[in-house]
């Protein structure tokens, strides 16, 4: 019995050895987001200059740490952003926490994303930190954000080459509001307590969007 179960667990060991080599080196990505909230696309639905995204943030890291999760809380970080479209506290986080090691590169854009346009960011990702986080405000909005979260690079024992999605709108839970109000009026600040769940918008009967797509990501290793 006691053979067995040492027998076991030094094929584990053998296992994971084997499953951690099979990592190595470490690949660098370009994330696009598309913002599709054009007057064209959205009608009525959306006031007649369309929305933009405000500027892009993200970064590249492990997964001893997450910057939100879907159905979790909004940090202050992402709360800013979702209200505000300003990423300075996230991206001070980010780098804050490069030096712990379980970030790599923390990126933003220079400005926003009008509607019909691209921005691009790009990190690097090694084995030990392979996961991409990316995110801006729709804007202007209560606190309705885009974002991938969490996504791994390396998957079935490679650095993926490419992938592409949809971008649907998420409620950050921390303001009540449901008009595309101006950011930074305070009178027109509801929040929203207790905090909410980060969720899909379309999950709230008022979404204005309809559960439409309101952007694309796609992701492609450049190097
Ligand atoms: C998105 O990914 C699919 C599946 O890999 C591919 O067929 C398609 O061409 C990609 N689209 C874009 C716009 O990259
Ligand atoms: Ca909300």
């Given at each position: 019995m006691i053979r067995q179960v040492t027998a076991f667990f030094l094929s584990l060991a053998l296992f994971q050895a084997v499953a951690e080599s099979a990592c190595s080196g470490r690949a660098v990505y370009r994330v696009t987001f598309t913002n599709l909230l054009t007057a064209e696309n959205f009608g009525d639905l959306i006031p007649p200059n369309g929305l933009v995204f405000s500027p892009l943030a993200g970064a590249s890291h492990s997964n001893r740490f997450s910057f939100f999760t879907i159905r979790g809380f909004a940090s202050p970080q992402v709360e800013q952003i979702a209200e505000t479209g300003q990423n300075g506290r996230f991206v001070t986080q980010a780098k804050n926490m490069q030096r712990t090691g379980k970030v790599f590169t923390v990126a933003a854009a220079d400005g926003p994303s009008l509607p019909g346009t691209d921005t691009s960011l790009f990190f690097a990702v090694d084995c030990a930190r392979p996961f991409i986080t990316m995110l801006g405000m729709i804007a202007p909005s209560p606190d309705w954000i885009v974002q991938i979260n969490n996504r791994n690079m390396f998957r079935n024992g490679m650095f993926i080459p490419r992938e592409n999605g949809t971008l649907i709108a998420y409620?950050?839970?921390?303001?009540?509001?449901?008009?595309?109000?101006?950011?930074?009026?305070?009178?027109?600040?509801?929040?929203?307590?207790?905090?909410?769940?980060?969720?899909?918008?379309?999950?709230?009967?008022?979404?204005?969007f309809e559960g439409r797509i309101v952007g694309r990501f796609n992701i492609m290793r450049i190097q």
């Open positions: 409620d950050t839970g921390t303001d009540d509001g449901r008009e595309f109000t101006p950011p930074g009026d305070a009178s027109l600040d509801m929040p929203t307590e207790p905090q909410m769940n980060i969720v899909p918008l379309v999950e709230d009967e008022t979404d204005r």
